[in-house]
């Protein structure tokens, strides 16, 4: 699995005077939780995703931005994460078999 996934947005967004139709969401590194809680970006809260979508997108989102997205294009980034996110955990439990 790759490291991040473009991503073409069905409503554009606005950023400034820009429209924003393309990102490019790549895998959260550690640094990039910084400020929130754990378990509430595991659980895609929408507060904590927020914060860190604007620190892994290209171009990068402004956390009032996210908020104005649309439904399904916040979909489409989300389940970009969960992949990211289960891809980690499918790591472990190849590397620590359950008996």
């Known amino acids: ?3 991040s996934k473009k991503i073409t947005l069905k409503t554009g967004l606005k950023s400034g005077k820009t429209i924003i139709n393309e990102i490019t969401v790549r895998k959260p590194l550690t ?3 910084r400020g929130v809680k754990l378990i509430e970006f595991i ?3 929408i507060d904590s995703l927020a ?3 604007p ?3 290209t171009p990068s989102i402004a956390e009032h931005e996210v908020f104005n997205l649309d439904l399904i294009d916040l979909s489409e980034i989300t389940k970009e994460v969960i ?3 289960s891809q980690n955990l499918n790591d472990a439990n190849k590397e620590y078999p359950t008996e």
């Open 1 to 3: 699995m790759t490291n």
């Open 31 to 33: 640094g990039d939780l």
């Open 43 to 45: 659980d895609l809260d």
């Open 51 to 53: 914060k860190v979508l």
């Open 55 to 57: 620190r892994i997108t």
């Open 83 to 85: 992949n990211f996110l």
